[in-house]
């Protein structure tokens, strides 16, 4: 299985844009690209505005090339209702579910999203808990799972891929995980590799508590005892913060003796960390006279 981190915040935008290749199919998990709207005070730097311009141009090349695309939830940074809506036509499409298991603002999304795109898709089926076979790739949706640690920003699936001889988990947006069920479909299906998006803790105190943290903490624990990794991705939301190594610093203890990695998207490929949105500020200081634009909507979330 080949898998390719095309997005991610160590990488410098607000991503979890996966796409996966499998002897039968090619999968693209949540195909959309976005940047922190206001941080420190700040609107993203020009360095910022051109890294996610590249990074949208890879997501629509790759999605453009893949059979089945997947929409784990309805937040700008996983998908994009209205730009290059051609890398729908013609594919497979799974999505989380329009009108089920959603918030307010999410819903009213899916519902322009799915006019936006209306007539392209070959086939389109909600995803929900729901399991699909191409060839002898499986792939297997969670139950709607929340958004984090309440149902105020909805609910989001997370994704297993599993070709037969390798299995890989794709958490989206679970912010950690601290919740039972958001664990429970990563240790029941003991995969060997996982891309979690971590906990929120460049908001902890405020919008993330410090029990959140610890039982993220003690749930990534549980998965790397139980489960044949041969690494654990963390990323996206848990690279917005510069001190995220320490805060979770006893699960690198339990990784190192069990000689499992813990990587971000960038070091799992290979490249350095960028977390250009928690760097805003320098980037101002270093750069100032920087200009870039884009047409692309940014907003939060
Ligand atoms: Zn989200
Ligand atoms: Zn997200």
Known sequence: MKILPLAFDSIG????????????VKIFIDPGVSLAPIRYG??????ELKRMEEHWNKIVKLASESDILITSHYHFDHFDPNENLEIYENKTVLIKHPREKINFSQKGRSA??????????KKLEYCDGREFEFGKTKIKFSQPVFHGTNPKLGWVTEVLID?????????SDVEGPSQKDQTDFILEN???LVFCDGPLSYMLGFRYSYESLNASVENMIKIINSCPLDAFVVDHHFLRDLRWKEKIAKVFEVADKKKI?????????????????A?????????????????RKITEE
């Open 261 to 277: 990695k813990i990587l971000t998207a960038a070091e799992f490929l290979g490249k350095p960390i960028e977390m250009l949105e």
């Open 13 to 24: 935008t607000r991503s979890m844009a996966t796409f996966v290749e499998t002897k039968d």
């Open 163 to 171: 070709d037969g001889s390798y299995k890989f988990i794709h958490t």
């Open 190 to 192: 003991r995969p060997n």
């Open 42 to 47: 700040l609107p993203p730097h020009a360095i």
């Open 112 to 121: 322009y999203f799915l006019e936006q795109i209306k007539g392209l898709p």
């Open 279 to 295: 760097r805003r500020k320098e980037l101002y200081k270093k750069y100032p006279e920087m200009k870039a634009v884009t047409k």
